[in-house]
């Protein structure tokens, strides 16, 4: 089974930028669509961004369009997450995910099969 690796995470003022990084154990990565999620303590699990197998197609959150851009390279098996203008409220666990079904994008994270451990984004004010 698909194993899923977020890396980038750390400690950044606001205003700051990070880029988050996920690897796939398989290279049946590159048939599935991806997310990033993020969860703070007491919360659900918000969607963030996702990106279509192909990344021609993609898609954020209000509260990050602008601000965050998702990425793919089928051939390193690697999505990517470049976060800029990081504001205190982006501060959360983020985590990577794969829809392992159809191919289609979501946008809830129910509809995700495979999940990373997460890596913790903290912007200090």
């Known amino acids: 089974q698909m194993q899923l690796l977020e890396s980038g995470g750390g400690l950044v003022q606001v205003g700051g930028s990070l880029n988050l990084s996920c690897l796939a154990s398989t290279h049946t990565f590159l048939s599935y669509a991806m997310a990033w999620f993020r969860q703070v303590p007491g919360k659900e699990r918000e969607f963030v961004a996702a990106i279509s197998w192909s990344g021609r197609s993609t898609y954020y959150a209000e509260s990050v369009k602008g601000r965050f851009s998702i990425s793919r390279d089928n051939a390193k098996n690697t999505v990517l997450l470049q976060m800029n203008s990081l504001k205190p409220e982006d501060t959360a666990v983020y985590f990577c995910?794969?829809?392992?079904?159809?191919?289609?994008?979501?946008?809830?994270?129910?509809?995700?099969?495979?999940w990373g451990q997460g890596t913790q984004v903290t912007v200090s004010s």
């Open positions: 995910a794969a829809d392992l079904t159809d191919g289609s994008v979501y946008l809830e994270s129910y509809e995700y099969d495979q």
